[in-house]
Nanobody, 125 residues
Framework: QVQVVESGGGLVQAGGSLRLSCTASGLTFDDYVMGWFRQAPGKEREGVSWISASGRTVNYADSVRGRFTISRDNAKNTVYLQMNSLRPEDTAMYFC??????????????????WGQGTQVTCSS
């Protein structure tokens, strides 16, 4: 049984930092692209960042590029999202997801197979 579990969310003031972690079990972790998504109330889920199975390739949404950094440790079955210079508009539930479908659009939630339950990030002004 595959499990994906996020942690590290919380409340932070604008300009602050948080590091999210996501640990996956029940799958061969280094076969999977890992993505981070977020969803604010009343809005669609949007892709934030993804990292290739090897960790050599990463990509970011324009809204977070230069502020967020994705990384992974395949020995620990864990992917991270370091979020710096947080803004109130970053407030959302953040989700981690896994896929082996490298032909799909990796910022599209439908490309991903396994999902975590999410961790809340709230940034106050």
């Amino acid at each position: 049984q595959v499990q994906v579990v996020e942690s590290g969310g919380g409340l932070v003031q604008a300009g602050g930092s948080l590091r999210l972690s996501c640990t996956a079990s029940g799958l061969t972790f280094d076969d999977y692209v890992m993505g981070w998504f977020r969803q604010a109330p009343g809005k669609e889920r949007e892709g934030v960042s993804w990292i290739s199975a090897s960790g050599r390739t990463v990509n970011y949404a324009d809204s977070v590029r230069g502020r967020f950094t994705i990384s992974r440790d395949n020995a620990k079955n864990t992917v991270y999202l370091q979020m710096n210079s947080l803004r109130p508009e970053d407030t959302a539930m953040y989700f981690c997801a896994a896929t082996r479908n490298t032909l799909g659009f990796l910022f599209d939630p439908s490309t991903y197979t396994y999902w975590g339950q999410g961790t809340q990030v709230t940034c106050s002004s």
